[in-house]
């Protein structure tokens, strides 16, 4: 960009010498907007930090030139808390923009491994990277260049579990190679124990919570435990409705039992109508499709059991013991799957991987007393319907199971349970997203209350009475002829109850 044209000119930029007359005549006309020193946009609209942070790369490269993203910014990619990004250049210095701060040091430049990030922009390889952050520093103001030691050690049981040892091992490899290029040998020393630890082969103590873990032997998912965390607090700072929905009794009870069963096999796929489903669960009639009807029966065997959904875990021993026996109960007409026995194999939904078979047992265990600190029941009801689901601790059934946790929690305190038909599938399914993705707690806790609402107002007592009831609020429409038809789940009126719906 020798000589400036505005036409070309990208949405932010680096002015140089060259430029800098062009540059004033265009701010002065109101055609750019200066947002730091030397930096420049044509978006005259946008906020300032907004611009910056989309653009911090090509800013960076256009402040320092050939410079080497480094020390925790090469781990981390993102700036630190105080908005530091952290360079290796030419010419050390500090460069201040809105939200961001460009911190340039002298060292060695890219070497063998170390990637283009942009034009004219390079970055530490991890190996460099994870052998730079091993050494100490300090900030006179902000944050520290290089990660806190139990941060890093947090970074490096995370690349184990989803590498895998072989590639863990070739990192450890790699970092040792580079220590003398680097003078950091005693680093290398370090690093070698601190990943020996992690691996179970060295004696070193480890300061975080999951790499403890994982030397245990007991590894978890550091960052699902962070979501939970940010459940319960959601959930703690969401009132519960005053008047408190309570649960059907007898026939009732049986009746909205079996509603349930069939409601959450249907939207795993297992699909029956519900005069069938009706003569399977209570005639034992047979089914072209054994193995479906044993789902659905298996459901309702525990469901209508008012014994066992009272029962709720104590411990987190107790917990998995749960898990177990209800899935085994559940998936026992599905011997392929594994019933009662926790998953061997990653397992995923679309692009979302759940979590790794050798990090359920303890992520469950870890993510129990985040649990017991809820006290209201229908938060306990939605914190365990989305533990069970987020780490779906089994090869199949994890939906159906996570859905009898939460209404365990329900029954044990004789409130009415949460009911998903058909046509509310993509609700539910739209907010456990936008929980897993982007830890939005609002909309799973939204959804899970309505659907409790509408259970609540079904009147149950009657077989046939409930099932016009659902006809009529649309509870059977399948979920993409509702989205194409505008038909949303809604609350029974007195017409509805009455039959005129």
């Not at 990277?129 to 260049?145: D, Q, W, Y």
């Not at 895998?164 to 040998?185: M, S, V, Y």
């Not at 994982?214 to 519960?240: C, K, M, T, Y």
């Not at 689901?389 to 329900?410: K, Q, W, Y």
Request: hydrophobic share 45%; proline share 6%; net charge neutral.
């Amino acid at each position: 960009m020798a000589k400036f044209m505005l036409s070309t000119a990208p949405e932010v930029f680096v002015s140089t010498a060259a430029m800098s007359s062009a540059v004033s005549r265009a701010v002065a006309a109101g055609q750019l907007r200066k947002l730091g020193s030397r930096l420049y946009t044509t978006n005259l609209r946008e906020a300032a930090e907004t611009l910056v942070r989309r653009h911090l790369w090509e800013i960076a490269a256009g402040y320092f030139p050939d410079a080497l993203v480094a020390d925790r910014t090469a781990l981390e990619m993102r700036p630190a808390e105080d908005g530091s990004i952290f360079l290796v250049s030419a010419s050390g210095s500090r460069v201040v923009l809105p939200g961001v701060t460009l911190r340039a040091r002298r060292g060695i430049g890219p070497l063998d491994g170390d990637f283009k990030m942009r034009d004219r922009l390079y970055c530490m390889s991890p190996a460099r990277a994870v052998l730079e952050n091993m050494r100490p520093s300090r900030a006179r103001s902000g944050a520290a260049a290089t990660l806190r030691p139990e941060t890093l050690e947090g970074y490096l049981e995370r690349r184990l579990r989803d590498s895998g040892e072989e590639q863990f091992n070739a990192l450890r490899d790699q970092a040792k190679a580079l220590a003398p290029q680097l003078g950091l040998e005693a680093e290398a020393g370090k690093l070698d124990a601190l990943m020996g630890a992690l691996l179970g082969t060295r004696d070193a103590p480890l300061k975080s919570p999951a790499g403890r873990a994982r030397a245990r032997g007991f590894p978890f998912d550091d960052r699902r435990i962070a979501l939970f965390e940010a459940l319960g607090d959601a959930l703690r700072s969401f009132a519960p409705e005053a008047s408190r929905p309570w649960a059907p009794k007898g026939n009732a009870a049986i009746n909205q039992a079996f509603f349930e069963a069939y409601f959450s096999n249907f939207i795993e796929g297992t699909e029956f109508t519900v005069d069938e489903a009706r003569a399977i669960v209570f005639e034992g009639a047979a089914s072209e499709r054994p193995r479906d009807a044993h789902d659905v029966l298996g459901a309702f065997k525990i469901v209508a059991d008012p014994a066992e959904m009272r029962r709720l875990p104590a411990s987190p021993d107790a917990f998995l013991d749960m898990l177990r026996t209800r899935h085994r109960i559940l998936m026992e007409g599905r011997p392929e799957v594994g019933p009662g026995v926790f998953k061997t194999r990653s397992n995923q939904f679309g692009a979302h991987v759940f979590v790794a078979p050798d990090q359920v047992a303890g992520t469950l265990t870890e993510a129990f007393p985040i649990y017991q600190r809820l006290s209201e029941p229908l938060h306990r009801a939605i914190f365990m319907m989305f533990l069970v689901s987020e780490v779906h601790p089994f090869a199949d059934g994890n939906g159906r199971v996570a859905r009898i946790m939460m209404n365990a929690e329900l029954a044990a305190t004789d409130q009415v349970r949460v009911l998903i038909p058909i046509v509310y599938r993509n609700n539910y399914l739209t907010a456990l997203r936008a929980l897993s993705t982007n830890a939005h707690a609002e909309p799973i806790i939204k959804t899970l209350v309505f659907a409790q609402r509408y259970a609540a107002a079904i009147p149950w007592q009657e077989f046939t009475s409930a099932v016009v009831a659902l006809k009529a609020t649309h509870a059977f429409v399948r979920p993409e002829d509702g989205d194409e038809q505008g038909i949303r789940l809604r609350i029974p009126s007195a017409a509805d109850l009455a039959g005129q719906g």
